[in-house]
Structure formats: C-alpha cells, structure tokens
C-alpha cells in the first residue's frame, strides 16, 4: 500500500491528477481526511506565474494574499495509520518549506483507535 501512496503522491506532484483524485486515492488507501490534507499541502505541485497584467490594467487596492509566518512555532497534530505514516514523515521536510515556523508530528494510531478519535472529534466540534 506505501507504493500505491508514493506513486498517487508523484502522480499529484508531477499534475497528473487533480486535488480531488489525490484525496480521494488517498483516503481509500485509510488516510484520515487531515492526513490526505497535510499530505496534499505538502505534495502540491509548484505554483505556475500568473499571466503578466496588460500595461493598461488598473491596478487593485488588494494586495496579494500570502500565508503569514506564525509568530511562534507551531506544531500540529497529524493521525494516521499505516500506510499513511512513512509518506507523511518523508514529506516533513517539504511542508516546513513550504509554511515557515509551521511543523507536523504523526501520531502513529490503529484504524480503530484512529476512527474512535475522529467520531469523538467531529461529535464535540473539534
């Protein structure tokens, strides 16, 4: 199952699949939908520049929205079950890349502890 994650992983990153392929790949191979969302993040392919705005085109007041930089660490809380784990922990690296002073831990948990925490979750609004 770990190929069949990698190679949906690469299929996404390379563009050969949309967002809503990767996640539904993902979540029948047992990913919970945060860990096929963290994975998602981490995995996007790179962004494409926009096209160059005609000399004539009057500018916005809008300025382009960015993700800012937390002012303090911040660690979040990913729950998966194999096969989900080792591509979530080889994609550590490119996440923090991508979201500065933002960082994921993996809770390694069994699909019925997982499924119970996720139930408990969704009933009290977290």
């Given at each position: 199952m770990e190929d069949k994650l990698?190679?949906?992983v690469q299929s996404y990153s390379q563009s050969?699949?949309?967002?809503?392929d990767f996640l539904r790949g993902?979540?029948?191979?047992g990913l919970s939908m945060s860990a096929a969302s963290t994975l998602l993040s981490?995995?996007?392919p790179a962004a494409t520049e926009a096209p160059k705005a005609a000399a004539t085109a009057v500018p916005t007041a809008v300025p382009p929205t960015a993700t800012p930089?937390?002012?303090e660490p911040?660690?979040?809380q990913v729950t998966a079950w194999v096969p989900a784990v080792p591509v979530l922990e080889r994609s550590k690296?490119?996440?923090a890349g991508k979201f500065p002073g933002v960082s994921?831990?993996?809770v390694d948990r069994g699909s019925i502890e997982t499924h119970d925490a996720l139930t408990v979750a969704m009933a009290s609004g977290q």
């Amino acid at each position: 199952m770990e190929d069949k994650l990698t190679g949906l992983v690469q299929s996404y990153s390379q563009s050969k699949i949309s967002r809503r392929d990767f996640l539904r790949g993902a979540t029948a191979l047992g990913l919970s939908m945060s860990a096929a969302s963290t994975l998602l993040s981490a995995c996007a392919p790179a962004a494409t520049e926009a096209p160059k705005a005609a000399a004539t085109a009057v500018p916005t007041a809008v300025p382009p929205t960015a993700t800012p930089k937390p002012k303090e660490p911040v660690t979040l809380q990913v729950t998966a079950w194999v096969p989900a784990v080792p591509v979530l922990e080889r994609s550590k690296d490119d996440f923090a890349g991508k979201f500065p002073g933002v960082s994921y831990e993996v809770v390694d948990r069994g699909s019925i502890e997982t499924h119970d925490a996720l139930t408990v979750a969704m009933a009290s609004g977290q």
